[in-house]
């Protein structure tokens, strides 16, 4: 039996044992306590199916690539997100300037709050500075990835 058959042969252990141990929690009588350590069961057999099946379709690589791809992910989740903010934070600034000019031009009839001039100006001057430390810090700290320190194979 090679190391993927034996993942499989797992999963499938503990996919018939979460199975079980739903029947049986739909068949039990209402005891809260029973209902409580059912759930708690279920979550544990459903977190153990999850990491077995993920870390098998990682291949050979196994939890450890799981991890690294996860790290991975992270890194590009958060320079990503930097971005948005940076985005969003340029629009409610645009937007606050579009009502400030909507305000001058139509003087003393406007219609138009300070507060809808303002707030969003600094909304987006928060969002934005919230995107820019986002991408640049992790820059500064190494988070980006590059290939410097690594030792040529």
């Known amino acids: ?17 979460h199975l079980r141990l739903t029947a049986t929690r739909d ?5 809260s306590r029973e209902h ?3 759930l708690v069961s279920a979550a544990i057999v459903c977190g153990g199916l999850l990491v077995a099946t993920a870390a098998s379709a990682q291949g050979s690589d196994g939890i450890a690539g799981l991890v690294n791809k996860a790290g991975t992910q992270a890194d590009s989740v ?26 001058g031009k139509e003087g003393e009839q406007s219609h138009i709050k300070g507060s809808q001039i303002f707030v969003p100006i ?24 590059s290939d410097m320190g690594v030792v040529p194979t």
């Not at 930097?82 to 400030?100: L, S």
């Open 1 to 17: 039996m090679n190391f993927h058959n034996a993942w499989n042969s797992a999963g499938n252990g503990l996919l018939q044992a």
């Open 78 to 103: 958060k320079l990503s997100l930097g971005k948005v903010f940076a985005a969003a934070g340029f629009a409610g600034a645009g937007f606050g300037g579009w009502n400030w000019w909507r305000k």
């Open 122 to 145: 600094l909304a987006g001057a928060a969002l934005g500075a919230i995107g820019f430390v986002m991408i640049k810090a992790g820059e500064s700290v190494g988070i980006q990835r």
């Open 27 to 31: 068949a039990m009588s209402g005891s």
């Open 36 to 38: 409580r350590l059912m």
